[in-house]
């Protein structure tokens, strides 16, 4: 007859953070708002139909930029928030990157459409502060192996 198994406590303990990792807590919340983002970029695409004048990374109507171009918000907000999701190590620095990517991309469209790159900003602005937040609260000392919790 085999031994039964016996499970203790510290199996099932979550593993500690590395600095530069974040909370279970802020990992969603980031994931959350990356994903927010897609859908606002998403929301942009539609208006620039609706109303005839397309984003630079869209192109008119007539001639659309080249598929890679234009999936290129959308690819930067899904591996943001998969990074998020996975608890990359920097990935609260990444983010802010990105997020300023996204005002870079919001830049061209100013001589085009002033209200779409308005939106365009907006979204960037809010993932920049997102990520601030998420970089405060992924800066914390290493624990220290003499003083236990």
């Given amino acids: 007859?085999?031994?039964?198994?016996?499970?203790?406590?510290?199996q099932f303990a979550p593993t500690p953070l590395r600095p530069g990792q974040l909370t279970v807590a802020w990992q969603i919340m980031l994931a959350a708002c990356w994903s927010a983002a897609f859908f606002a970029f998403a929301a942009v695409w539609?208006?620039?139909?609706?109303?005839?004048?397309?984003t630079w990374w869209l192109g008119p109507r007539a001639q659309p930029q080249p598929l890679l171009i234009r999936i290129l918000p959308f690819a930067l907000t899904m591996l943001l928030g998969l990074f998020a999701v996975y608890n990359v190590r920097r990935i609260a620095e990444a983010s802010v990157a990105a997020s300023a990517l996204v005002?870079?991309?919001?830049?061209f469209d100013?001589?085009?459409?002033?209200?779409?790159?308005?939106?365009?900003?907006?979204?960037?602005?809010?993932?920049?502060?997102?990520?601030v937040g998420a970089v405060i609260a992924s800066t914390r000392r290493a624990p220290d192996p003499a003083r236990p919790d």
């Fill in 103 to 107: 005002a870079v991309i919001a830049t």
């Fill in 1 to 10: 007859m085999p031994s039964p198994v016996t499970v203790t406590a510290q």
């Fill in 46 to 54: 539609k208006t620039s139909e609706e109303i005839g004048i397309g």
């Fill in 110 to 131: 100013m001589s085009r459409s002033g209200g779409l790159a308005a939106i365009e900003f907006a979204i960037a602005g809010s993932m920049l502060l997102a990520s």
